[in-house]
T-cell receptor, first 115, second 116 residues
Framework: AQSVTQPDIHITVSEGASLELRCNYS??????LFWYVQSPGQGLQLLLK??????LVQGIKGFEAEFKRSQSSFNLRKPSVHWSDAAEYFC?????????????FGSGTQLTVLP | GAGVSQSPSNKVTEKGKDVELRCDPI?????LYWYRQSLGQGLEFLIY????????KSGLPSDRFSAERTGGSVSTLTIQRTQQEDSAVYLC??????????????FGSGTRLTVV
């Protein structure tokens, strides 16, 4: 089966601490991988994406993610979390359905930031 | 427009009524998607439009759900005889098809549907 798993439903970190959100995928070919963030009452905003090349990708708001084929993972990281980072984070993979790729999302990780 | 626009932002309807949700994609984006986000759930794919091709309706949960896209631009998602389990946020996304970098979709802010 082709799927995306986010093992952590909810993560709490203190402001200024480092952050890592886990994402594992199950896909036979080289995946197109994404991380999105959703603030309360908002749509999804693209943080970063990976298609090929350098396995460490930089995104907006100081986020980065590393693609590890051997672990089928694409974990999101940030060295120092800000209170404004509190939101829900979704990992997604673009899967081929018919003649086009479509995004399949993980179930999300809710991030709480403590002052 | 500059972004994906969805209307209304909130909709409360009585069980059994029909509702229409509108999505206005980014100008020139030929691919349009509808997703549903239920409380505590991830995003569930509903339907996909690409240009003039027949839409991929494989994600629609029942025949009460339908969608159309007029003139390759605005799309309307219609839910007939709404049920309480239809309560969710309905998200629309668009992208410029054909280029790998564009697989990062642009999402609208969604329509929060509450069926009472």
């Amino acid at each position: 089966a082709q799927s995306v798993t986010q093992p952590d439903i909810h993560i709490t970190v203190s402001e200024g601490a480092s952050l890592e959100l886990r994402c594992n995928y199950s896909y036979g070919a080289t995946p197109y991988l994404f991380w999105y963030v959703q603030s309360p009452g908002q749509g999804l905003q693209l943080l970063l994406k990976y298609f090929s090349g350098d396995t460490l990708v930089q995104g907006i708001k100081g986020f980065e993610a590393e693609f590890k084929r051997s672990q089928s993972s694409f974990n999101l990281r940030k060295p120092s979390v800000h209170w404004s980072d509190a939101a829900e984070y979704f990992c997604a993979v673009a899967l081929l359905r018919g003649s086009a790729r479509q995004l399949t999302f993980g179930s999300g990780t809710q991030l709480t930031v403590l002052p | 427009g500059a972004g994906v626009s969805q209307s209304p932002s909130n909709k409360v309807t009585e069980k059994g009524k029909d509702v229409e949700l509108r999505c206005d994609p980014i100008s020139g984006h030929t691919a349009l998607y509808w997703y549903r986000q239920s409380l505590g759930q991830g995003l569930e794919f509903l339907i996909y439009f690409q240009g003039n091709s027949a839409p991929d309706k494989s994600g629609l949960p029942s025949d009460r759900f339908s969608a159309e896209r007029t003139g390759g631009s605005v799309s309307t998602l219609t839910i007939q005889r709404t049920q309480q389990e239809d309560s969710a946020v309905y998200l629309c996304a668009s992208r410029l098809a054909g280029q790998p970098d564009s697989y990062g979709y642009t999402f609208g802010s969604g329509t929060r549907l509450t069926v009472v």
